[in-house]
């Protein structure tokens, strides 16, 4: 089983940009899929990009498809999130979570996904 370890949140302007990292320890980390969810206050958890285990295929929630990118460095046992052009809205704790369901990048839904790491808050305020 994969540990993970979300890094990178922080105090942004409306319109900047973020890159939030997962790094994994653990074994055979190239075949898990990956997903980014994040957390609102008073929120449920929501799906914000999944990504196959070869990094070839992605799945972004229509919130944030044209402004985020998912990428994954296998090599590194990592996985990023950039976050351009980020809104007040993308405020939340941001969590990476992985699944050895091959096509669990197609559904990227929180019940799929059994690994998760302890999060990073991301705050987006003028």
């Known amino acids: 089983q994969l540990q993970l370890v979300e890094s990178g949140g922080g105090l942004v302007r409306p319109g900047s940009s973020l890159r939030v990292s997962c790094a994994a320890s653990?074994?055979?980390?190239?075949?898990?899929?990956i997903g980014w969810f994040r957390q609102a206050p008073g929120k449920e958890r929501e799906g914000v990009a999944c990504i196959s285990t070869s990094g070839g295929w992605k799945n972004y929630a229509d919130s944030v498809r044209g402004r985020f990118t998912i990428s994954r460095d296998n090599p590194k046992n990592t996985v990023y999130l950039q976050m351009n052009s980020v809104r007040p809205e993308d405020t939340a704790t941001y969590y990476c979570a992985a699944t050895n369901a091959a096509y669990g990048w197609r559904s990227c839904r929180p019940a799929d996904f059994g690994s998760w790491g302890q999060g990073t808050q991301v705050t987006v305020s003028s």
């Open positions: 653990g074994v055979a980390f190239d075949s898990y899929v």
